[in-house]
């Protein structure tokens, strides 16, 4: 009889305990959720409702309407797919086995690497974007000492078009992509290798079936960083796309001096998020999110 | 003690009503205005706010602002930071009809001596610019494209051209180049079918414009750099850009004339002083000394009557009757009516 009531007690006691490090819990990420809600929730709320707020300040999809009316949404938003997605995949062929090769180096000359990743990522995005420009235009420094040394006749168009856009947005968005994938690459065990060659794996059968699988959920997290920031991206397509690669934000800057208006800008950036919230959400099913978390957790 | 207490309050009371008062007086005799800044804000800073500002005794404070769509974001937050800002003409009648500026009062600015259409009923003129077809004389010698008809003939003058990625003059440039007279130009452009008309002269060229440029420093560097053999772009950058060295010309034949003028945002906390100070700024003697600085001439014809500016100064200028007979001038009318359509069309004909 006392033993039931004991082990209530003890029990009642457990949970008060149990429910006080949930509220611990709560307080701590408490500033961070008041952050995302004030910073993110809200503003992005205010933007969502703006969007289907017409000229005359009442309700209307005239916002919306006008996408469908004019061709050139549709193919800004192509073009912006177009570009991030190459751009990722670019980023992903060169940033891969660099990766793989700093893995492998000892940690004083990966950290040599490192630095050589890290000083371009830490210069002005601005300065680097008007430095391709001056590379690579048409009498600029790469032209003209392909042109002395007789190598091609006529300059090549490396800028104001896509190739030059490509140029520009890769070299910036490659160590969002090195850094999680070498993260990810050096915690991987080198001992599994060593037992897959023991069992008789050779070197590449070891590399495509025991080391690429463990170093996904890095690529995954650099591909999915790159894909986003990438949809994003102003500055550098406006300057080395010289007008011919026009990107959602570019639209999105030149609406709001076009129509005056904050609605007609965030129509634009609602259609692009929910476009990218479904590519997501596809490709999350193709490779599992779940999966990913887990792995990267550990 | 307690006398001493009553005192030092009293005091205190004084000093801080002293300061109130002057805090007030302060802001009774200052303005702020905002500009382009660069070159262009360097000269009206040195030939025209200042000494204006000196002339009437107030303090002006300048700012740099990122054009029409600024004011209108600053007069619906109800914010207040500026009481003037430097605008295009056609900027400035869009936000007119927009509802966002005060009317200007001509009783108090005198434009009796204006060029004809040089102000509107939001924006007091104050300089004159032109849009040209400048070309690279190392590539064209001193044969290049003089007309909008040779900018667009590609097997006559083969080349890369550049035009601006939004419609500002492009439109007028191209039917000027397919042939309709200078006075029809915006008779054409009053219908979708006539804008598309001149898109299509435009998509005719369009394998060969190589960049299409958002800002005056740009179309200046495509130049200077030799990226591109010709562009369209204003005549000022294009004069600043020989004195630095660039092989680069233009014929008045070319020419779109527009203006660029002062207005006053809705609720404008210093209006009335507002207003005085653009009466001033309109006077002969400032834009004599602005146009100094830069190749854009005065909206006061006084200036050239008076002989205010040197005569081969003056011949640079867009505005001088030498310069201003072969041009078309820039229709602000038309640009209320039809930039946002106009522009969508633009759009649509650069992403094809």
Same mark, same amino acid.
């Given at each position: 009889m006392s033993g039931i009531i004991a082990e209530k007690l003890n029990e009642q006691g457990l949970q008060r305990v149990a429910s006080k490090e949930r509220l611990t819990f709560f307080g701590l990420t408490l500033p961070y959720l008041l952050i995302v809600v004030a910073l993110i929730i809200i503003p992005v709320g205010w933007l969502f409702y703006l969007s289907f707020i017409g000229r005359d300040g009442s309700f209307s999809f005239e916002n919306y309407e006008r996408m469908t009316k004019s061709r050139a949404y549709i193919r800004i938003f192509i073009t912006t797919f177009k570009i991030s997605i190459l751009t990722t995949l670019i980023c992903a062929v060169i940033g891969y086995p660099l990766s793989y090769f700093m893995s492998q180096l000892s940690r004083k000359w990966a950290n040599i690497c490192m630095i050589g990743v890290l000083i371009p990522f830490w210069t002005s995005l601005l300065v680097r974007t008007y430095a391709w420009l001056v590379l690579l235009q048409k009498k600029g420094l790469l032209n003209n000492i392909a042109i002395d040394i007789g190598l091609i006749s006529e300059p090549i168009?490396?800028?104001?078009?896509t190739t030059g856009t490509l140029i520009g947005m890769v070299h910036i968005m490659l160590p969002f992509l090195i850094l999680p994938l070498y993260a990810n690459m050096r915690s991987i065990d080198r001992d599994c290798l060593k037992a897959a060659s023991s069992l008789g794996a050779t070197p590449t059968r070891a590399f495509w079936t025991v080391f690429f699988p463990l170093s996904v959920p890095g690529l995954l997290a650099g591909l999915l960083i790159v894909f986003v920031l990438c949809l994003g991206f102003y500055v550098t397509p406006a300057i080395l796309g010289g007008g011919r690669v026009i990107m959602a934000a570019m639209k999105i800057s030149s609406n709001i001096e076009l129509y005056f208006s904050w609605g007609a800008a965030s129509a634009l950036g609602v259609v692009l998020l929910i476009v990218t919230s479904v590519i997501l959400f596809i490709a999350s099913k193709l490779v599992s999110m779940d999966q990913l978390g887990n792995r990267s957790a550990k | 003690m307690t006398f001493n207490v009553i005192k030092s309050v009293s005091n205190y009371l004084t000093i801080a009503g002293m300061v109130m008062a002057g805090g007030i007086a302060n802001a009774d005799d200052t303005l702020r205005i905002v500009s382009w800044g660069g070159a262009y804000q360097k000269g009206q800073s040195l030939g025209i706010f200042q000494p204006a500002a000196k002339a009437m005794g107030i303090t002006v404070k300048e700012d740099t602002y990122g054009g029409i769509s600024d004011v209108k974001l600053m007069v619906k937050s109800g914010a207040d930071k500026f009481d003037i800002f430097s605008s295009g003409a056609g900027n400035c009648a869009s936000g007119g009809a927009e509802g966002i500026l005060e009317k200007l009062d001509y009783s108090v600015i #005198?434009?009796?001596?204006?060029?004809? $259409?040089?102000?509107s009923e939001y924006c007091a003129g104050a300089d004159i610019f032109s849009v040209v077809a400048a070309y690279n004389t190392d590539t064209y $010698? #001193?044969? $290049?494209?003089?007309t909008w008809a040779d900018f667009f003939d590609v097997e006559k003058f083969p080349g890369t051209r550049a035009m601006r990625n939004n419609v500002g003059a492009q439109l007028e440039a191209a039917l000027l180049g397919d042939g309709v007279p200078m006075d029809q130009v915006y008779e054409v452009l009053d219908s979708e079918e006539g804008i598309e008309r001149a898109l299509d002269k435009i998509r005719s060229i369009k394998p060969h414009i190589a960049v299409w440029w958002s800002s005056g420093a740009q179309h200046a560097q495509l130049m200077k750099d030799g990226e591109v053999d010709m562009t369209t772009g204003w005549n000022g950058r294009f004069d600043v850009a020989k004195e630095d060295g660039a092989k680069v010309a233009y014929d008045w034949q070319t020419g779109i004339m527009d203006w660029e003028g002062y207005g006053i945002p809705k609720g404008a906390k210093n209006k009335d002083l507002a207003m005085k100070y653009i009466a001033e700024m309109m006077k002969p003697e400032y834009m004599a000394e602005f146009a100094k600085y830069i190749t854009y001439g005065p909206t006061n014809s006084k200036v050239y009557e008076l002989g205010l500016m040197e005569d081969a100064r003056a011949l640079?200028?867009?505005?001088?009757p030498e310069n201003a007979q072969h041009q078309l001038t820039l229709s602000t009318e038309w640009y209320a009516k039809w930039r946002t359509i106009a522009s969508e069309m633009y759009t649509e004909m650069m992403t094809e």
């Open positions: 168009k490396f800028v104001h078009n | #005198d434009v009796s001596n204006h060029l004809p $259409g040089m102000y $010698g #001193d044969n $290049g494209p003089k640079q200028m867009p505005s001088h």
